[in-house]
């Protein structure tokens, strides 16, 4: 097991690599002056050129990507250039907003799709499964901030149950003062990932059942406790797989949902970097969401491992 989880190990360096690249090239290569929102419109040649040479805008490329990765490895993401504050700082506030949001939109939508998803494979071709089907088709068909504007409208605005924006007073707590903050928008983010997961269940549990083995356990006399629980077994890899993805996805995704909301995450940074053309901003926080994603796709492929042998072994 320690060798299997060292060779991914080794495998994820040169995907962080490429995705460090990919993330400086993509930003850089888009039209427009980044020093455009903090310059006056009368601002003169020298200024600019003064600004251009204190962001390091004046270098080659190649130069300005080796200084962001030296200093990145050393945890400087730069200075943003519409508030003049760390980068480092302001992602590392957005990230844990997001977590929290993503986590709690990943139970959520985890819990339910695993639900639905385990009751339409037991009960195939019944009205359970076409109830599921629809709701699943549904959630992943509709989308995001269609919804949570008609959910803001709905129990903010008509019932005025919770409320619309902002992740709650001061700083975070866990009290009714702030979770009431994230139900909304974590109901919305949690939609998409309860759909996929439903279905990816109902597929595995109905092909699971009609396979020799559970024949075979059934005819020994297993109660069906038991045969739930092996069914489950084998399942379970391909389950996590597809709901590692998912919070990746919801990591990496919310940006409309928390621009809706209002909820100062990664996302809601993300979309004030793009409209100001903060380049150290925008980079700092692609990076920091596109690493996510590939230490959770670790935690994965690790995660099925441990559960499934098979995949050691291969």
């Known amino acids: 097991m320690l060798a299997y989880i060292v060779k991914r190990l080794l495998l994820a360096i040169p995907v962080v690599a490429a995705v460090a690249l990919v993330c400086f090239l993509l930003v850089h290569i888009a039209p427009g002056d980044p020093l455009v929102s903090?310059?006056?419109?009368d601002a003169s040649q020298e200024l600019a050129e003064q600004m251009r040479r204190t962001y390091g805008f004046d270098r080659p490329l190649p130069v300005q990507f080796g200084i962001w990765v030296?200093?990145?490895?050393?945890?400087?993401?730069g200075t943003s250039i519409a508030t003049g504050r760390s980068v480092t700082e302001e992602v590392s506030r957005a990230v844990v907003n997001t977590l929290r949001?993503?986590?709690?939109?990943?139970?959520i939508g985890f819990v339910f799709g695993l639900?639905?998803?385990?009751?339409a494979g037991y009960f195939r071709d019944s009205w359970i499964d076409r109830v599921v089907t629809t709701i699943s088709i549904a959630g992943v068909s509709t989308p995001h901030y269609?919804?949570?504007?008609v959910l803001v409208i709905v129990f903010s605005v008509i019932l005025g149950w919770l409320p619309a924006v902002g992740a709650g007073p001061g700083g975070w707590a866990w009290d009714w003062a702030h979770i009431q903050h994230l139900i909304l928008?974590?109901?919305?983010m949690s939609v998409i990932p309860m759909g996929i997961v439903s279905r990816t269940v109902r597929a595995?549990?109905?092909?699971?059942?009609?396979?020799?083995?559970?024949?075979?356990?059934?005819?020994k006399g297993l109660s069906e406790t038991r045969v739930f629980r092996h069914v489950l077994k084998n399942a379970a890899p391909t389950a996590i797989a597809v709901m590692g993805l998912q919070l990746g996805y919801l990591l990496g995704g919310s940006i409309l949902i928390e621009t809706v909301f209002s909820w100062p995450g990664t996302g809601f940074l993300l979309n004030s970097a793009i409209f100001q053309r903060d380049l150290p901003l925008l980079q700092g926080t692609i990076l920091v969401l596109a690493l996510f994603f590939v230490v959770l796709n670790l935690l994965v492929d690790v995660l099925q491992a441990a559960i499934d042998p098979r995949i050691k072994r291969a």
């Open 70 to 77: 030296w200093k990145a490895l050393h945890g400087d993401l």
């Open 146 to 149: 269609w919804l949570g504007m």
């Open 115 to 119: 639900l639905f998803g385990i009751l």
């Open 204 to 219: 595995l549990v109905g092909d699971l059942l009609s396979q020799e083995f559970v024949l075979a356990l059934r005819s």
């Open 101 to 107: 949001l993503a986590v709690f939109a990943s139970l």
């Open 38 to 41: 903090v310059l006056p419109p």
């Open 185 to 188: 928008p974590a109901v919305t």
